[in-house]
């Protein structure tokens, strides 16, 4: 075999599995079948040694071009809630980190993980810099990370299944992409228009140093323009929206190598019932939001879910549910996770670090 059909190979079958499932769950209405059929098909060549690693590059534009679509349900009426209602979004995103910090509490606490892994591993964002501060706290920033990344892809999957079963708030569902014209006609000013907010949006992120600034970046910028009326018709071809959501599912799915799922097996019962619980607190406080908010239970746990904001924006984005609620909270507890996630994160993980229990156990092979 030549040698550039050889590298190619893996990439074809990575492109061929992405499409048999992320189609397939399309025609099946499974929300966000774009974005998590890739991502298994990504997950799937990985545990085989197959990691092919998304450029950053691509996975940061896929990233600004989901913001800036997602822009398009964030106009007036949802800054003038935010503006009525900003105690209960507020106390909502708090909510969300008390819910999911004291997860991670009641885990070290009961010695299912080992010490502070359980509190940095539970933190609901900045999933880097949580990574990077357990590493320079001497844990194991290894199975943080995989804890992290691991509850990314439930909470995905999770959500999206929600979605499905009990979405039913179609006149916030803003962002439909299923009735986009897969290539032509778009009108060329809308996508011009759309492609400058994204580029605008992740350079402007970047810059500022806004954290998950390739999407929240195109997103504040669009929710800006849109906002003040400047710009209201954020517009893609369906075809270059599943292309972005591809690489996305991607860049999450490769996170995963055969190495770090070895390195974590012995830990893997104790890290899905840490990410199970966490879920079903949140799906609680989601409840209690979806009553005092007058919003569909999906629409209440996309905004309290403990997933990435990549993934729970294609979700939701997908999904018959109200998408400027869900970025609006979501937006919200990544300010607020930014403020005083970090400084929580490290306040608490040193009350819970065990002498006996800092480092964990690790596998044999």
Known sequence: ?????KHA?????LIALSLVLGLGGEALGVPAALMLGPMFAAIAMALRGRSMNTPPALFALAQALVGSLIASSMGPPVLARFLTDWPLFVGSALATL????????LLAALRILPGAVAIWGSAPGLATAMVLMA?????DFRMVAFMTYVRVIMVALGASGLAMILGDETGGHAVASAALPWLWPVDPVALGATLATAAAGLLLGRLVR??????????????ILNATGVFTDFTLP?????LAYLIVGWGIGARFTRESVTRARAALPAVLVAILAMMASCFALGLIVARIAGVSIATAYLATSPGGMNSIAIVAASSPVDVGFVMTLQTTR?????LIGPWLARTIARRFVHPDASTPDQPEG
């Open 9 to 13: 190979r893996p990439w074809l079958v």
């Open 334 to 338: 990544m300010a607020a996770i930014l």
């Open 135 to 139: 590493r320079d706290s001497g844990e």
């Open 238 to 242: 369906r075809a270059l929206v599943a």
């Open 98 to 105: 008390a819910v999911a910090f004291g997860t991670g509490m």
């Open 210 to 223: 806004l954290p998950a600034p390739d999407i929240l970046g195109p997103l504040v910028l669009g929710t």
């Open 1 to 5: 075999m030549p040698p550039i059909l």
